[in-house]
């Protein structure tokens, strides 16, 4: 069974950082690109960030470029995101999530299309929230 689960949030002040975690089990850790979304209260999902499985690739919002920093360890099964000059803008749910072979796995995927609230990535963690004060 595919588990994903997020770790790191709480609040922090407009300037700050976090890092947030994504543990995962259940697959081939390895072979898979892992993307970062968030959600706001009444906003749809966005995506945030994405690596490939071997970190050939990666995806930045515009939003997050210069701030955010996501990486890999293989070894622990684990992704990061790293967070750094908070606004209040980046508040929301953060998850990870991974698409399945028949879509493509390996690779994050091309066209902001793919880090919408409406492009299918088929297995979520339950999130992690971050929450920015001004």
């Known amino acids: 069974e595919v588990q994903l689960v997020e770790s790191g949030g709480g609040l922090v002040q407009a300037g700050g950082s976090l890092r947030l975690s994504c543990a995962a089990s259940g697959f081939t850790f390895d072979d898979y690109a892992i993307g970062w979304f968030r959600q706001a209260p009444g906003k749809d999902r966005e995506g945030v960030s994405c690596?490939?499985?071997?970190?050939?690739?990666?995806y930045y919002a515009d939003s997050v470029k210069g701030r955010f920093t996501i990486s890999r360890d293989n070894a622990k099964n684990t992704v990061y995101l790293q967070m750094n000059s908070l606004k209040p803008e980046d508040t929301g749910v953060y998850y990870c999530a991974i698409r399945s072979p028949l879509r493509g796995h390996t690779l994050c995927p091309g066209g902001s299309y793919y880090y919408t609230g409406e492009a299918p990535w088929d297995d979520w963690g339950q999130g992690t929230q971050v929450t920015v004060s001004s």
């Open positions: 690596i490939s499985s071997s970190d050939e690739n990666t």
